[in-house]
């Protein structure tokens, strides 16, 4: 009996195990129940509302591109407004008016302008000072034709400029000149400077034509030139650039011979051109 108990507690134990092992399993496949069972409540709440999933998603897909748009019409915004303002200023600016040399000359005339700027000497001929040069408008003997003549030096700074004799019939009718000089000579950019200054004013104003010639063939900037000097016999007139005790001007038969050293060589062709423009004597 005993040992029939003991075996009946082992297979009620086993009975006992079993069931609890059941139990357990069934446990497990409740809560495993469960848990499908919310996995498939939330999943057909999703599959039950997949117009709201898919806004939530587009929306958080479209945020940068809203930002993005906004920026850009920000930025086209204040670059129209600062175009407009920069017209506006433009438009509402008041408009300076362009000084032409005549309307410097009308106020030197008039007395107007400073003493330092310009002057008027003899009562007719207008003298404006601008960036370095004399300013001097002349017109032409038959009125066709205006000169805007530019001169380092204005008539009141080469009034003290000797000048020897006139040229003759000759020298004035002649079409051609030869312009020549001492190439061994110091301080030849002053000669380069008055010989240009000379040389703008035959050929613009005097339609004259300028022959580069030197006194000597002792460099090679001479070797292809006329050699002349005043004694030369030529039927055409000589200008002649000598650096030596001056400044005055000298001529000679058909020659004029420029004496100066250093500006003095430039101030003796500003004196001689006013000559030939009638300003001065």
Sequence with gaps: MIQLEENENVEAKAKESDVADIIGA??????????????????????????????????????????SDKVLIVSVVVILLIIAAFFSVRYFMPKQKVVTLDDINKENIEGKLDPELGYVYKGAY??????????LQLKSPQGTAVYNIALHYGARDVENIT????????????EDFYVTFNPTASDLQYTALAVSELDNSLIKSFQKKPIAACDRNETSACFDRPIVTCETNSSIPVIYFQ???????VYVDNCLIIQGSGLDLVRVVDRILLQWYKVMD
């Design 26 to 67: 069934d446990t497990d496949e409740i809560e495993n129940s469960e848990e499908e069972t919310e996995s498939n409540e939330k999943s057909f709440e999703q599959n039950s509302h997949p117009e709201t999933n898919n806004k939530d998603v587009n929306v958080e897909k479209n945020a940068p591109m809203i930002k």
């Design 126 to 135: 207008s003298f404006i000072y601008n960036d370095g040069l004399w300013l």
């Design 163 to 174: 000048v020897i004799g006139g040229p003759t019939k000759k020298f004035t009718d002649s």
């Design 243 to 249: 650096n030596a005790d001056g400044p005055r001007a």
